[in-house]
């Protein structure tokens, strides 16, 4: 999922987001838990909202982390069943170079974060 600059909160009512909520769900039923691998990224556009661009990237993560937990207890999956195994946060994409309006699209593409589960 790809977010607006300074933005850490997944749309819950997104429609891709339910559709990965609901293949997790499936997915933990039929495991009995699941394992959960998540990478978020922040770019080189500094922030004011933020100490650092690596704690816009470690928010984004914590908050997904809890956004995934409480829409995976709503569809009645126990939290002692969802384990995080690996999370990872960091800065990257180009250098920014005072040019964040002309350039937005290409900076865009690395506030994300990336959710991996088995």
Do not use: H, W
């Not at 891709?16 to 039923?29: H, Q, R, V, W």
């Not at 039929?30 to 816009?56: E, F, M």
């Amino acid at each position: 999922m790809f977010f607006k600059y300074n933005v850490t909160e997944i749309d819950v009512l997104d429609g891709p987001f339910k559709e990965y909520i609901d293949n997790l769900a499936a997915l933990a039923t039929k495991n009995g838990s699941i394992n959960i691998n998540l990478t978020s990224c922040a770019s080189q556009v500094p922030t004011r909202a933020y100490k650092s661009n690596k704690d816009l990237s470690i928010d984004r993560a914590e908050k997904a982390k809890a956004q995934i937990i409480a829409a995976l207890k709503e569809k009645g999956i126990d939290a002692s069943k969802i384990t995080f195994v690996k999370v990872k946060s960091f800065v990257s994409g180009p250098e920014y170079n005072m040019d964040y309006l002309i350039n937005k699209a290409e900076y865009e593409k690395y506030q994300y974060i990336k959710v991996s589960a088995y």
